[in-house]
């Protein structure tokens, strides 16, 4: 508003000026209500042109023109009085000084004829007339003016004089130049008046624009300065995580309450210094430019940075760093967001120690029970008896399933912690499932499942761990002979699939003839400490952790696991791992010579 | 009483080093020491100079790695052979193990039986050697 006034003062008086100038010319040309108020001078002159028949000698000669004379300029003067209406035309106006000029005609023809002193009375309508916009007014007054001025020659020829004639023609003429004057200078007043006006409009029309743009300019202003605050407020409600933003040189301009907490430094000792020079924090120093470099060209970047405070503690910050862009999509600045992982790191080493103290301190026990069980088994000086064989064996047994247990929680803690690599090695696979099939026979026989091997002739190689694969193909075999009751059989299948060239799959299925998995519990069956229903229904052993230590085999060698289940009828998984290339021929690996199509255990 | 090759047993747990001294005369070899931490082992091996040390890689005041690795930085004693017993079974320790200079790396729990046979191969490889 206040930028509004500014532009409307110092224009305002010419304005002003202009404006009284126009309605003064409005008034006395165009305005409707100038046409009663140049009539009521004509009347007043009428009446005023009456007096004179009041001085003797000037008496009226013809009575009745003189009456009709009177009867028009009333009837010019009502008309008037109506024509003001905003709903007449203008062009009508001009009705009422063509009237007066006839009415001054008749005045003259009863009162002297040509020679009559009213002859001056005409000039006034001709002026009226003059006023009008346009020539129209002055085509049809000329005709009118000469009828008017003949009037008294018409109503009495012996009026005129040799003299008069002169009088007859000049009369007219004056009165047409009179007009043609004043219509001219009317014509340029009212032209300079519409040039007025329409820049009046012009000015009015930039001024409503510039207190639009004024006020747009400042909504727009009260809109950012919102959302900045908003923007503050928000980045500074973030406490646990930094936020440092600096423009293309490096040098901070966004420093949060969270990196304020994160790194005990106040707002006001960093903003505006340059982020290379922050202290404590070595990758500031050493390798800034070459990370901003990598920052810049496209995607963000995510490091581990070590901070160490005024205090001299250690903090281990995982730092995002990405790049600011202007409107035009240009880097101008970079933002560093960061999150305080000194806790989390300090757990998962914690977890790590906690993991391997278990590791030792559970498989040391069992180490001595186990190796002593031995011994007892070995003495040869004191043999045991059947019974105590019997006793030892038991043992061993669950000492020997204790120790699984123990291994498959290390190696589930191992997969979650992301610790679980695999050591890369040319396998071929018709050895790690045959030795499957050997390790399951004696218990498959024992329950009297039939355990049977269907493999493809052609050496099978994948890349990866051997003892892993071995591990993965045992707790699938150890756990279809585990759910498949006396009399049903399990078949293990191993051969190849390829979808193209590059996409070679190296397939071990194993099918039974089982229980069954529920298809609900499917989904579910891979998760830690999962146990299908049919398992705990059919009081089959286990704590769930086989099937999520294989699945993790099979994914951390690229590969994948599949099940088809259907209840009461059996269980097929298909370990699909991708084929490694084939060696060249008379390689080295150990490929096991003519391992037999099909081989039965138990 | 001493014949035959010697042997050093370190292990923190005495079960297991008392397992250990059966393998290892069953081996036909005879224990020289018998120790519960690294350094004490450490002190032993460059005592008694024995054929064959069996360390435990988890054992206070030197870790079986650290052991292991001083043996073989030391000449005079640098040809001892040496067994690494160990709870962990990641691919990585076992090759840390062998990385530290250990001619054999065997897990825990560990079959009496299968341990005298490679006692026996070891001490066998350094008569030969």
């Given at each position: 508003m206040a930028i509004a006034e500014a532009v409307r003062s110092p224009r305002g008086m010419a304005a002003n000026r202009s404006d009284s100038v126009s309605s003064f010319v409005r008034h006395f040309a165009s305005d409707p209500n100038s046409v009663l108020e140049r009539q009521l001078c004509m009347a007043s002159?009428?009446?005023?042109?009456?007096?004179?028949?009041?001085?003797?000698?000037?008496?009226?000669?013809?009575?009745?023109?003189?009456?009709?004379?009177?009867?028009?300029?009333?009837?010019?003067?009502?008309?008037a009085y109506f024509l003001r209406a905003p709903a007449v035309?203008?062009?009508?106006?001009?009705?009422?000084?063509?009237?007066?000029?006839?009415?001054?005609?008749?005045?003259?023809?009863?009162?002297?004829?040509?020679?009559?002193?009213?002859?001056?009375?005409?000039?006034?309508?001709?002026?009226?007339?003059?006023?009008?916009?346009?020539?129209?007014?002055?085509?049809?007054?000329?005709?009118?003016?000469?009828?008017?001025?003949?009037?008294?020659?018409?109503?009495?020829?012996?009026?005129?004089?040799?003299?008069?004639?002169?009088?007859?023609?000049?009369?007219?003429?004056?009165?047409?130049?009179?007009?043609?004057?004043?219509?001219?200078?009317?014509?340029?007043?009212?032209?300079?008046?519409?040039?007025?006006?329409?820049l009046r409009r012009e000015q009015e029309r930039l001024l409503a624009e510039a207190r639009d743009h004024a006020d747009?300019?400042?909504?727009?202003?009260?809109?950012?300065?919102?959302?900045?605050?908003?923007?503050?407020?928000?980045?500074?409600?973030?406490?646990?995580?930094?936020?440092?933003?600096?423009?293309?040189?490096?040098?901070?301009?966004?420093?949060?309450?969270?990196?304020?907490?994160?790194?005990?430094?106040?707002?006001?000792?960093?903003?505006?210094?340059?982020?290379?020079?922050?202290?404590?924090?070595?990758?500031?120093?050493?390798?800034?430019?070459?990370f901003l470099t990598e920052v810049r060209s496209g995607a963000p970047q995510v490091r581990d940075w070590t901070y160490t405070t005024r205090d001299g503690s250690e903090l281990s910050i995982k730092v995002a760093v990405t790049a600011r862009r202007d409107a035009a999509g240009d880097v101008d600045g970079f933002l560093f967001v960061g999150t305080d992982v000194t806790a989390d790191r300090e757990q998962a080493r914690m977890k790590d120690q906690f993991v391997n103290l278990i590791s030792h301190e559970l498989r040391t026990p069992l180490s001595s029970i186990l190796g002593y069980l031995e011994l007892l088994e070995d003495d040869e000086e004191t043999p045991l008896t059947a019974e105590q064989a019997q006793y030892v064996g038991t043992i061993e047994r669950n000492a020997n399933r204790l120790l699984r247990l123990v291994s498959d929680l290390l190696f589930t803690a191992q997969v979650e912690s992301g610790r679980f690599q695999v050591q890369e090695q040319l396998v071929e696979l018709h050895s790690v499932v045959a030795a499957s099939i050997e390790s399951a026979g004696p218990v498959a026989a024992a329950r009297g499942v039939t355990l049977r091997l269907a493999a493809c002739d052609d050496p099978v190689f994948v890349s990866g761990d051997p003892m892993r694969l071995g591990q993965a193909v045992d707790n699938l075999v150890s756990n279809a002979v585990k759910f498949t009751p006396?009399?049903?059989?399990?078949?293990?299948?191993?051969?190849?699939?390829?979808?193209?060239?590059?996409?070679?799959?190296?397939?071990?299925?194993?099918?039974?003839?089982?229980?069954?998995?529920?298809?609900?519990?499917?989904?579910?069956?891979?998760?830690?400490?999962?146990?299908?229903?049919?398992?705990?229904?059919?009081?089959?052993?286990?704590?769930?952790?086989?099937l999520s230590i294989t699945r993790a085999i099979a994914v951390a060698h690229r590969g994948q696991i599949r099940v088809a289940s259907t209840v009461g009828a059996g269980t097929a998984f298909t370990l699909d791992l991708p084929q490694a290339g084939v060696p060249h021929a008379g390689g080295s690996v150990g490929v096991p010579a003519g391992l037999p199509a099909t081989a039965h255990a138990g | 009483m001493t014949e035959g090759p010697v042997v050093v047993i370190a292990d923190d747990d005495a079960d297991i080093r008392h397992l250990v001294g059966v393998a290892v005369r069953r081996a036909g070899a005879s224990v020289g020491a018998s120790v519960s931490d690294g350094a004490a082992a450490w002190q032993a091996i460059r005592d008694i100079g024995p054929d064959l040390a069996i360390l435990d890689v988890a054992m206070p005041r030197m870790s079986g790695l650290q052991v292991c690795r001083?043996?073989?930085?030391?000449?005079?004693?640098?040809?001892?052979?040496v067994?690494?017993?160990?709870?962990?079974?990641?691919?990585?320790?076992?090759?840390?193990?062998?990385?530290?200079?250990?001619?054999?790396?065997?897990?825990?729990?560990?079959?009496?039986?299968s341990l005298a046979m490679q006692i026996r191969e070891l001490l066998t490889a350094q008569v030969t050697s």
């Open positions: 002159t009428y009446l005023v042109s009456q007096l004179l028949f009041l001085i003797p000698g000037a008496s009226a000669i013809y009575l009745k023109p003189v009456l009709a004379a009177g009867a028009l300029m009333v009837a010019a003067t009502v008309g035309p203008l062009r009508v106006a001009m009705v009422i000084p063509l009237v007066d000029i006839l009415s001054v005609g008749l005045l003259r023809a009863g009162t002297g004829g040509v020679g009559s002193i009213f002859t001056f009375m005409l000039v006034l309508p001709v002026i009226s007339l003059g006023v009008e916009p346009g020539r129209l007014p002055m085509v049809i007054g000329g005709p009118v003016t000469i009828a008017a001025l003949l009037l008294p020659v018409a109503y009495d020829p012996a009026q005129v004089g040799v003299g008069q004639w002169s009088r007859i023609i000049f009369g007219p003429i004056i009165l047409g130049l009179t007009c043609l004057s004043v219509n001219e200078l009317a014509r340029r007043l009212r032209s300079r008046v519409h040039a007025v006006q329409r747009a300019s400042a909504a727009a202003s009260a809109l950012l300065r919102e959302s900045t605050n908003e923007l503050v407020s928000v980045i500074d409600a973030v406490t646990e995580q930094a936020i440092v933003g600096t423009d293309r040189t490096g040098r901070v301009d966004v420093f949060n309450t969270g990196a304020q907490k994160m790194l005990g430094v106040a707002a006001h000792d960093a903003i505006g210094r340059s982020i290379a020079r922050f202290d404590g924090f070595d990758e500031l120093t050493d390798s800034l430019q070459t006396a009399g049903g059989r399990v078949a293990v299948t191993l051969g190849t699939e390829a979808d193209g060239a590059d996409d070679a799959r190296a397939l071990i299925s194993i099918s039974d003839t089982g229980v069954g998995i529920p298809a609900d519990e499917v989904d579910r069956l891979f998760s830690r400490f999962f146990r299908a229903s049919t398992a705990s229904a059919n009081a089959i052993p286990g704590v769930g952790l086989g | 001083s043996v073989r930085a030391d000449p005079a004693i640098a040809g001892t052979r067994l690494l017993l160990s709870a962990a079974v990641h691919t990585t320790a076992i090759e840390a193990g062998l990385a530290a200079g250990a001619d054999l790396y065997s897990h825990k729990p560990f079959s009496p039986r």
